[in-house]
């Protein structure tokens, strides 16, 4: 079993910042990618960005060139940087991670963070 808590989320007005973390617990030694996804009010939930166990990184056409995701391995925590921010951005962040043992993958969810951009 894998835990994990994102931070970080807010409130900011357009064009501002904000920087999520993701921090994984219990069978971190499991963990291979890792990643977020964003629901939206009304909205299915989207890919924004991933990021694999050796670093390389993935990123949803909506959010290329302004967000940047990383990991730090040591601490099992994963940091999506958000720049330019506009209010369509606006939605619950929630961060995953693939985990792959005794030939099983397995994916966990973080419970959200809110992010309101406002214009």
């Known amino acids: 079993q894998v835990q994990l808590e994102e931070s970080g989320g807010g409130l900011v007005q357009a064009g501002g910042s904000l920087r999520l973390s993701c921090a994984a617990s219990?069978?971190?030694?499991?963990?291979?990618?890792m990643g977020w996804y964003r629901q939206a009010p009304g909205k299915q939930r989207g890919w924004v960005a991933g990021?694999?166990?050796?670093?390389?990184?993935s990123y949803a056409d909506s959010v290329k060139g302004r967000f940047t995701i990383s990991r730090d391995n040591a601490k099992n925590t994963v940091y999506l940087q958000m720049n330019s921010l506009k209010p369509e951005d606006t939605a619950v962040y929630s961060c995953?991670?693939?985990?792959?043992?005794?030939?099983?993958?397995?994916?966990?969810w973080g419970q959200g963070t809110q992010v309101t951009v406002s214009s």
């Open positions: 990021i694999t166990s050796g670093g390389s990184t």
């Open positions: 219990g069978s971190t030694f499991s963990i291979n990618d």
């Open positions: 995953y991670t693939d985990t792959y043992r005794r030939g099983i993958s397995t994916r966990y």
